[in-house]
């Protein structure tokens, strides 16, 4: 779950290419549209459940990620969970 673009590096892989770690925009742009589908099927409530796990899993192993994840855990609105995310990536280095 913490990978999910094994399957794009599998396809690399099997085509005798070198596999591509996702870039930091990858990773917010897979939080957003998650958010955004979460948002439009479930009860805020559980939609915020959810993107706190698996946002836990998508920023695994960035620098301050461990602090956005702590973060997350204490917000309770849509917007805020947004603004936190958001916050993160524009903070995040360009190496990462």
Known sequence: MKNPW???QTRDLLRGETP????????RDLIVEHFRLLM???????AMHKLRTF?????HGL????RLRALIN???TAESFMWAVEEFFRQAPVAA
């Open 55 to 59: 946002t836990g899993w998508y920023t």
């Open 40 to 46: 439009e099927q479930e009860e805020s409530k559980i």
């Open 6 to 8: 094994i399957y794009r």
């Open 20 to 27: 591509v770690e996702p870039t930091l925009s990858d990773r």
């Open 63 to 66: 620098p301050g990620g461990k």
């Open 74 to 76: 204490f917000l309770h």
